[in-house]
C-alpha cells in the first residue's frame, strides 16, 4: 500500500528561524510530489511540485524541497520563516492516484 | 484564468435536509476530485473523476452521499439525508494528467 507520512503534526518556530517540515511516502513506482500550503479559511495552494529533473525543487514564499529517492523522503525547508507563514502544511504523493498526508501545523512565533 | 469554483461558500441546514454542493473545474482539466476535511479526520478523499467517469468511490461514507459529473465542467456531491456529523469542509479539486491539483475554496457545511 503506497501512503505519506508527515510525522510532525505540530511544529512551532521562531520568527527568522529556519525550518523543516519532514515528509516520507511509501510506493513501489515512480512518483511525483507536491506540497500545498492552507491558510486558515481557505483551500489548499500548490507549494511547489516535483516531477523530474533535479531533485531540488524550488518554490513560492522562499520554500524549496529536496527528493531523496533512497530516503522515500520530500522534506519542505525554508531558511527563515515569517510571521505570515503560518498555516498548515500537506504533502502529497501521486502514482495511480493522488495520496494526501495528514498535514503539519506550523506556528511562527514573534 | 478562472480557478476551481465551488458553491456555495458556506450552508447551514437541518438535519434530514438534502444538501448540494456543486464544483466547476478548470477548463481543460479532465481529474475531478472531491475531498473532505474535519479537524478529526483531516483531508479525506470521496471519489474522483476522469473524463467525467467515476473510478475510484471507496471514500465516499456511505450511502447518503452520492457525487455525479454529468459534462467536464460541472460535478455535484449530494447528501441525503444529511446529518450532523457530516458538518465539515468539502473541497473540489481538479488537474491535467500528472499534475498537481488545483483546490477550489471549499464549501463549509454545517449540520444542526
Known amino acids: 500500500a503506497q501512503s505519506v507520512t508527515q510525522l510532525d503534526s505540530q511544529v512551532p518556530v521562531f520568527e527568522e528561524a529556519p525550518v523543516e517540515l519532514r515528509c516520507n511516502y511509501s510506493?513501489?513506482?515512480?512518483?511525483?510530489l507536491f506540497w500545498y500550503v492552507q491558510y486558515p479559511n481557505q483551500g489548499l495552494q500548490l507549494l511547489l511540485k516535483?516531477?523530474?529533473?533535479?531533485?531540488l525543487v524550488k518554490g513560492i514564499n522562499g520554500f524549496e524541497a529536496e527528493f531523496n529517492k533512497s530516503q522515500t523522503s520530500f522534506h519542505l525547508r525554508k531558511p527563515s520563516v515569517h510571521i505570515s507563514d503560518t498555516a498548515e502544511y500537506f504533502c502529497a504523493v501521486r502514482s495511480n492516484k493522488f495520496y494526501f498526508g495528514s498535514g503539519t501545523k506550523l506556528n511562527v512565533k514573534p | 484564468d478562472a480557478g476551481v469554483i465551488q458553491s456555495p461558500r458556506h450552508e447551514v441546514t437541518e438535519m434530514g435536509q438534502e444538501v448540494t454542493l456543486r464544483c466547476k473545474p478548470i477548463s481543460g482539466h479532465d481529474y475531478l476530485f472531491w475531498y473532505r476535511q474535519t479537524m478529526m479526520r483531516g483531508l479525506e478523499l470521496l471519489i474522483y473523476f476522469n473524463n467525467n467517469v467515476p473510478i475510484d468511490d471507496s471514500g465516499m461514507p456511505e450511502d447518503r452521499f452520492s457525487a455525479k459529473m454529468p459534462n467536464a465542467s460541472f460535478s455535484t456531491l449530494k447528501i441525503q439525508p444529511s446529518e450532523p456529523r457530516d458538518s465539515a469542509v468539502y473541497f473540489c479539486?481538479?488537474?491535467?494528467?500528472?499534475?498537481?491539483?488545483?483546490f477550489g475554496d471549499g464549501t463549509r457545511l454545517s449540520i444542526l
Open positions: 516535483y516531477l523530474s529533473g533535479s531533485t
Open positions: 479539486a481538479s488537474s491535467a494528467p500528472n499534475q498537481p491539483q488545483h
Open positions: 510506493s513501489s513506482v515512480s512518483v511525483y
